[in-house]
């Protein structure tokens, strides 16, 4: 029985370095043991475009197998020219780089909800998942030939950008107090949009898909005969394609966020690409990585950034609070396992 495993990946680069080089193997992977080939066969249709600098892989199942797909591939694109923060053709990117007098501005419906839904997980959490982090991403440069330490004065004048309490939502308007406010929507636009896939297919009648948006795997129905899908999470650190676990899912999604993922070495010290908002350095934890399991694809996307953040104890404690239907599975740096909740 084929399995896929699962793990964020980018789009390949030659200065790729650490934990940002996954997309290779984890697109041969999923092609090689889950869709086997692209293309039409049967009423089954399979593909993979390069989307939000990452790889993107679809199977749909059943009537319409095709059209299904290519309508998948073109929200996608719109998306992209929606909630990048990267493209100088978004909606985000422009929103970004407005005029100093216009800190008030109308976007599109998916811009606004996208928006919305990251205050909420920002100030749910006080600020620790922040969607105004943009200036501090860009300051820790991963994707960079030779990444490095930023200074300690670029962090500080970084951090003083980043607070979600200068957005503000009415309606769909968007405004700032701050002309150097800047938004990055990367913690949960990729739960966002397979979601809108999902609905897409589920309302164009498709009972059988599978969606992979970067290592954001996203299921509607079981396979075309009967079984769950299955997905392999990746051991954290190991060889690519160690299997740590395996989960049995349908119509639900896995979503994986830890300190493996991207990051490179200086002086002897890892340094890994999820930031901490109070001090402007990678997060102090004691979590190597956090897998979300459950039906609400922006939701998990979220949380498994900030399992990763708040550590196992106080991310517990925030889902039992807010009674989120989810499951987690925690790997610690000891490589030892935990699950809030039931495994699938």
């Not at 993107?56 to 020219?81: N, P, Q, S, T, W």
Request: proline share 3%.
């Amino acid at each position: 029985m084929h399995h896929l495993i699962i793990g964020r990946y980018k789009k390949a680069k030659s200065n790729d370095t650490g934990g940002s080089s996954l997309c290779v193997f984890f697109s041969l992977v999923f092609c090689l043991l889950l869709l086997q080939g692209c293309g039409v066969k049967g009423n089954e249709a399979s593909g993979t475009g390069v989307y939000f600098d990452t790889v993107v892989d679809i199977r749909v199942c059943g009537d319409d197998a095709d059209r299904l797909l290519k309508e998948c591939f073109d929200i996608c694109r719109d998306m992209e020219k929606t909630l990048s923060a990267h493209d100088e053709e978004s909606e985000l990117y422009r929103l970004n780089h407005r005029s100093p007098d216009q800190q008030e501005t109308e976007v599109s419906d998916d811009l606004k909800e996208c928006i919305s839904k990251g205050l909420y997980y920002s100030e749910l959490t006080d600020g620790a998942f922040d969607i105004t982090i943009l200036p501090l991403r860009e300051l820790w440069d991963f994707e960079a030939r030779e990444p490095s330490v930023p200074s300690e004065a670029d962090i500080e004048a970084a951090l003083k950008r980043v607070d979600y309490r200068r957005v503000h939502v009415k309606g769909n308007t968007v405004s700032f107090d701050d002309p150097d406010t800047k938004i990055d929507l990367g913690g949960i636009a990729k739960g966002y949009i397979s979601a809108k896939l999902k609905e897409h297919l589920v309302r164009e009648g498709c009972t059988s898909a599978l969606i992979n948006l970067g290592g954001n795997v996203s299921a509607v129905g079981k396979k075309p005969d009967g079984e769950s899908w299955r997905v392999g999470i990746q051991k954290p650190f190991a060889d690519r394609g160690t299997v740590y676990d395996t989960l049995e899912i349908d119509n639900e999604c896995v979503v994986s966020s830890g300190t493996y993922e991207r990051y490179f070495t200086e002086n002897g010290k890892q340094y890994h690409h999820i930031l901490d908002t109070k001090t402007g350095h990678p997060v102090e934890t004691s979590l190597q990585q956090a897998s979300v399991i459950g039906e609400d694809d922006t939701l998990c996307d979220a949380l498994s950034t900030i399992c990763v953040i708040l550590g196992k104890e106080e991310a517990e404690n925030l889902m039992a609070k807010q009674d989120f239907d989810v499951s987690v599975l925690f790997i610690d740096e000891d490589a030892g396992a935990s699950w809030y909740g039931e495994k699938p």
